[in-house]
Nanobody, 118 residues
Framework: QVQLVESGGGSVRTGGSLRLSCVASGRTRSIGDMAWYRQAPEKQRELVGT?????TTNYADFMKDRFTISRDRNTMYLQLNNLKPGDTAVYYC??????????????WGQGTQVTVSS
């Protein structure tokens, strides 16, 4: 009932910028909090930041000075600035979907690759 599709990834040089998008479709009114995650090769998936349905954001401390999350009704964005090689990862969109008061579930996008070269 909810699908997420990320886009905007690509290859950039150190110091470059990218703007990732996550477009939600389906029963988007059931979407609550959303988040961006990333997973580098051979590493655990880690949280980049979250944004509530009211627009309140929270970031990992080591990311908040360079990354910015925003959202409108159906789309969440991640602005990546001053990128470093360590930011190379697949970036995933996540949403908490709560169609009823008793039930909620997680929805993930397919991911978009960000590659930062030296």
């Amino acid at each position: 009932q909810v699908q997420l599709v990320e886009s905007g990834g690509g290859s950039v040089r150190t110091g470059g910028s990218l703007r990732l998008s996550c477009v939600a479709s389906g029963r988007t009114r059931s979407i609550g909090d959303m988040a961006w995650y990333r997973q580098a090769p051979e590493k655990q998936r880690e949280l980049v930041g979250t944004i509530t349905s009211g627009g309140t954001t929270n970031y990992a401390d080591f990311m908040k000075d360079r990354f910015t999350i925003s959202r409108d009704r159906n789309t969440m964005y991640l602005q990546l600035n001053n990128l470093k090689p360590g930011d190379t990862a697949v970036y995933y969109c996540h949403a908490k979907v709560q169609p009823t008061i008793e039930y909620s579930f997680d929805v993930w996008g397919q991911g978009t690759q960000v590659t930062v070269s030296s």
